[in-house]
C-alpha cells in the first residue's frame, strides 16, 4: 500500500519567515495530495491540495508544489503569523483512501 | 465549521463498556471514514464507508464495528472498552470514495477510566 513520510516532525520558525514542510510517497497510483492543519482540540482543516496534473497551487500565503517524478510534495507558508501554529498533515490519495503522514508541529514565534 | 457534524463531543466511560459514536456526513456525502487520534499521534485509520457499504477497513479492533446507515449517518461502536481506547475519534466525509476533497468532524474525545 502506500507510504507517506513527512519531515519535519517539529518546526519552528520566527514570525514573518517562511516554512516549508516536506512529503514523500511510494504509490505512483496516487494523484490527490491534500494538506490540513489542526489546531489543538480540534480536527483537521483542509487548508490546500493539489491534484497531480498540476505543479504548483497557491492560496494567498499558502502553496503546494508536487514533483511527481520524485514522489514528493511540499507546503509552503510564507510571511508566517501565530495563528499558523497548528500540526500540519499531508496525505496522499491513490484510491479510496487517504493515507495521512505523521505530521509536522509548526510554532511561530512572535 | 466543516459540515460534519460528531455527537457526543466528549464521552467519559468505565473499562468494560460499550460506546456508540456518531457522525452525520456533509450534506451530499457519500463517504465516511473514521479515524483514531491518540495523544500526540497521527490520524490512525479505522474504516471505511461508501454509500452504506464498507469499502475498506484499516487498524480497527474486532472490539470495534462501525455502520452507515441509509441516511447516511454512520455509527462507530467501541466495545468492551479498555484504557488504551482514550483517543480522539474522527469521522470525515467527501462525495466520493476518494480523490476527493474529505472534511473531518470536530472529534469526540473519548476517556476510558
Known amino acids: 500500500g502506500e507510504n507517506v513520510e513527512q519531515h519535519p516532525s517539529t518546526l519552528s520558525v520566527q514570525e514573518g519567515d517562511s516554512a516549508v514542510i516536506k512529503c514523500t510517497y511510494s504509490?505512483?497510483?496516487?494523484?490527490?495530495f491534500p494538506w490540513y492543519k489542526q489546531e489543538l482540540g480540534k480536527g483537521p482543516q483542509l487548508i490546500i491540495d493539489?491534484?497531480?496534473?498540476?505543479g504548483e497551487k497557491k492560496d494567498q500565503r499558502i502553496a503546494v508544489t508536487l514533483n511527481k517524478t520524485a514522489k514528493h510534495f511540499s507546503l509552503h507558508i510564507t510571511e508566517t503569523q501565530p495563528e499558523d501554529s497548528a500540526v500540519y498533515f499531508c496525505?496522499?490519495?491513490?484510491?479510496?483512501?487517504?493515507?495521512f503522514g505523521t505530521g509536522t508541529s509548526l510554532t511561530v514565534i512572535p | 465549521d466543516s459540515g460534519v457534524t460528531q455527537t457526543p463531543k466528549h464521552l467519559i466511560t468505565a473499562t468494560g463498556q460499550r460506546v456508540t459514536l456518531r457522525c452525520s456526513p456533509r450534506?451530499?456525502?457519500?463517504?465516511v471514514y473514521w479515524y483514531q487520534q491518540s495523544l500526540d499521534q497521527g490520524l490512525q485509520f479505522l474504516i471505511h464507508?461508501?454509500?452504506?457499504?464498507?469499502?475498506a477497513k484499516g487498524n480497527i479492533l474486532e472490539r470495534f464495528s462501525a455502520q452507515q446507515f441509509p441516511d447516511l449517518h454512520s455509527e462507530l461502536n467501541l466495545s468492551s472498552l479498555e484504557l488504551g481506547d482514550s483517543a480522539l475519534y474522527f469521522c470525515?466525509?467527501?462525495?466520493?470514495?476518494?480523490?476527493?476533497?474529505?472534511?473531518f468532524g470536530q472529534g469526540t474525545r473519548l476517556t476510558v477510566v
Open positions: 470525515a466525509s467527501s462525495v466520493f470514495k476518494g480523490r476527493s476533497e474529505a472534511f
Open positions: 493539489i491534484r497531480s496534473n498540476v
Open positions: 496525505a496522499a490519495v491513490p484510491g479510496d483512501q487517504f493515507y
Open positions: 450534506s451530499g456525502d457519500l463517504s
Open positions: 464507508y461508501y454509500n452504506g457499504e464498507e469499502r
Open positions: 504509490d505512483s497510483a496516487s494523484n490527490y
